[in-house]
Nanobody, 124 residues
Framework: VQLQASGGGLVQVGGSLRLSCAASKSTLDPYAITWFRQAPGKEREGISCINKDNYSIDYTDSAKGRFTISRDNAKNTVYLNMNSLKPEDTAVYYC??????????????????WGPGTLVTVSS
């Protein structure tokens, strides 16, 4: 079972993107999903998480007010809508799955599933 983030690309400052996180050969229903990103030369940073029931959501300061996380369990997909993008949002974005409650944790070992990321480049 692996997660796959998609939807990245090149966008201008102030633009928007919607990232998707899907799982192959498995359902995401039991999992809380967290979005991370890693900019060149920087440590991985947690951005947002959503509980399996869609009722518990959290954002870090870098995402509040601009990013929105959501999930569609019927489509087995979690989304991250990103608005008002800035050059500092340039990074590879990853999603991770965790059995349990929504949590943005620095320890990658706390997550059960990871997958390849998707590159977001914000040009000025």
């Amino acid at each position: 079972v692996q997660l796959q983030a998609s939807g990245g690309g090149l966008v201008q400052v102030g633009g928007s993107l919607r990232l998707s996180c899907a799982a192959s050969k498995s359902t995401l229903d039991p999992y809380a999903i967290t979005w991370f990103r890693q900019a060149p030369g920087k440590e991985r940073e947690g951005i947002s998480c959503i509980n399996k029931d869609n009722y518990s959501i959290d954002y870090t300061d870098s995402a509040k007010g601009r990013f929105t996380i959501s999930r569609d369990n019927a489509k087995n997909t979690v989304y991250l809508n990103m608005n008002s993008l800035k050059p500092e949002d340039t990074a590879v974005y990853y999603c991770a799955a965790r059995l349990g409650f929504c949590a943005i944790l620095p320890d990658s070992g706390k997550y059960d599933l990871w997958g390849p990321g998707t590159l977001v480049t914000v040009s000025s």
